[in-house]
């Protein structure tokens, strides 16, 4: 079964960067746009990034544009979020989540990501 | 930028039948999909382009969109059926992913 493993959360203080990682296996990746998700706690859901299946597209949520970047490397099976001049307000949960089409197909159970001094 | 809304809690006596709406401006013309969040669980989809069920999800799920208004009903609703859900689309225009906040459904 396809599985999603996210890894690379933690506590981080103001301005600092973080960089998450996704490890996925059960299907083959390569033929997959692959997105980050967050959720503050206690609140919904916010996409924030997606990459095409080859890599050579990404596009961004307004909120994180400029700060964050997407990537992947289709030979290890992963994707990146790198995550620079953190905030309070990145504070979440961010998923890991894999669509074949327009739609959220598979999630990942998420890592913790704690902006704090 | 697009934008979605849901109303806020929802409930729903056991054996009867919920309705959750998603409003956007002219969502009809685009495709809306849902999806069930549990506590302390991942998001799972339930509903995907306006009324397709993934493998595994229930027929008591189902939906529609047309005009400015998508829907979502669980039929003969069960305790197992409480849950956030949130309705999504993508928006061609700017190319983005949009959620909508989200709709807390209880069940009696």
């Known amino acids: 079964q396809v599985q999603l493993e996210e890894s690379g959360g933690g506590v981080v203080q103001p301005g600092r960067s973080l960089r998450l990682s996704c490890t996925a296996s059960?299907?083959?990746?390569?033929?997959?746009?692959m997105h980050w998700v967050r959720q503050a706690p206690g609140k919904g859901l916010e996409w924030l990034a997606v990459i095409s299946d080859d890599g050579s597209n990404e596009f961004y949520a307004d909120s994180v544009k400029g700060r964050f970047t997407i990537s992947r490397d289709n030979s290890q099976n992963t994707l990146y979020l790198q995550m620079v001049s953190l905030r309070a307000e990145d504070t979440a949960l961010y998923y890991c989540?894999?669509?074949?089409?327009?739609?959220?197909?598979?999630w990942g159970q998420g890592t913790l990501v704690t902006v704090s001094s | 930028s697009y934008a979605l809304t849901q109303p806020l809690p929802v409930s729903v006596a056991l054996g009867q039948t919920a309705r959750i709406t998603c409003g956007g401006n002219d969502i009809g013309s685009k495709n809306v999909h849902w999806y069930q969040q549990k506590p302390g669980q991942a998001p799972v989809l339930v509903i995907f382009?306006?009324?397709n069920r993934p493998s595994g999800i229930p027929e008591r799920f189902s939906g529609s969109n047309s005009g400015n208004t998508a829907t979502l009903t669980i039929s003969r609703a069960q305790a197992g059926d409480e849950a956030d859900y949130y309705c999504?689309?993508?928006?061609?225009?700017?190319?983005?992913?949009?959620f909508g906040p989200g709709t807390k459904v209880t069940v009696l």
């Open positions: 999504q689309v993508w928006d061609s225009s700017t190319q983005v992913y949009v």
């Open positions: 059960g299907l083959t990746f390569s033929t997959y746009a």
């Open positions: 382009s306006d009324s």
């Open positions: 989540v894999m669509a074949a089409r327009y739609e959220f197909d598979y």
